[in-house]
């Protein structure tokens, strides 16, 4: 790659991470949290007052969940899938199902049994569940609910909460996790039993 090769494809990088932010609604503070970039560095990334660095472009990547070539401009390959990694954290396997940090996120997760009581957790945000296959148990606040394929559960996580398997066998769902309380939309109620 010659010089004015190479200063073209760093030239292109901020308005491509700018563009790639903007695509998602997500704001600099918000990359910001993600990453631990400061708002200023951001910006300056963005306006091309700051060159690309793997150190900066690495946790970027990762926030918007999208390739390294991908931010600094590698030709397309011409195959269009996403692969997402599965991640794996004490108990449970997740996928990342969106591509943008901030708003509302989507994840597949397995759950395993747990070995040992429950432990209720709170924090910011609310998430809505929907069970594909095994039995769920959903401890929230004082409440003790059991779900089965098919069925989902929304709340805030403000409130108490914990959930996993309801046997010896893992349990496999949907999470919609909303960072700032955002609530998920629903057209319609579904019908069931109630707990």
Do not use: N
Request: glycine share 8%.
């Amino acid at each position: 790659m010659t010089d004015d090769a190479y200063e073209r494809v760093l030239g292109e990088v901020g308005p491509r991470l700018r563009r790639l932010r903007q695509e998602r609604s997500v704001t600099l503070a918000a990359l910001s949290e993600v990453t631990g970039i400061s708002v200023s560095t951001l910006s300056r990334l963005e306006s091309g007052r700051r060159r690309a660095t793997l150190e900066l472009l690495l946790p970027l990547a990762r926030a918007h969940q999208v390739p390294l070539d991908e931010l600094v401009g590698a030709p397309e390959v011409g195959d269009p899938r996403v692969r997402a990694v599965p991640q794996r954290r004490a108990h449970m396997t997740f996928v990342p199902l969106t591509r943008q940090p901030g708003a509302l996120q989507a994840f597949k997760l397995v759950v395993d049994p747990v070995p040992g009581p429950p432990e209720q957790r709170t924090h910011e945000g609310y998430e809505w569940l929907y069970v594909l296959s095994g039995r769920l148990r959903l401890l929230l606040a004082d409440r003790d609910v059991e779900l089965r394929a098919g069925e989902a559960a929304e709340f805030d996580t403000r409130l108490p909460h914990w959930f996993g398997p309801a046997d010896d066998k893992p349990v496999e769902l949907l999470s919609l996790f909303g960072r700032q309380g955002e609530r998920m939309h629903v057209r319609a109620r579904p019908r069931g039993r109630t707990e």
